[in-house]
Nanobody
């Protein structure tokens, strides 16, 4: 079992930046791929970014490529999502997830955090 807790969300103006953190506890977090997803009201949960357990492989949604960066510090059991050049359409609840395989589908992940709200004003 892995427990995940996100933090770092908030209200930011368009063009601004935020860094989300996801702290893991329980099972050895370094064994798992880590991903970020987001969900806006009335929309399905969508993939944002994912990173392999070693940090050697990363994948991003086209909508965030070049603006967002996923990273992890296995010594601290933490994964990060650095977000730059934020747009109003990035407004959503952001969720951290951990899974045994690297993927872009939400059902490929076994463990989820409770989410943190990101609101980007225009």
């Amino acid at each position: 079992q892995v427990q995940l807790v996100e933090s770092g969300g908030g209200l930011v103006q368009a063009g601004g930046s935020l860094r989300l953190s996801c702290a893991a506890s329980g099972d050895t977090f370094s064994r798992y791929a880590a991903g970020w997803f987001r969900q806006a009201p009335g929309r399905e949960r969508e993939f944002v970014a994912t990173m392999s357990w070693s940090g050697g492989s990363t994948y991003y949604a086209d909508s965030v490529k070049g603006r967002f960066t996923i990273s992890r510090d296995n010594a601290k059991n933490t994964v990060y999502l650095q977000m730059y050049s934020l747009k109003p359409e990035d407004t959503a609840t952001y969720y951290c997830a951990a899974g045994v395989s690297l993927g872009s589908k939400w059902n490929e992940y076994n463990y989820w955090g409770q989410g943190t709200q990101v609101t980007v004003s225009s």
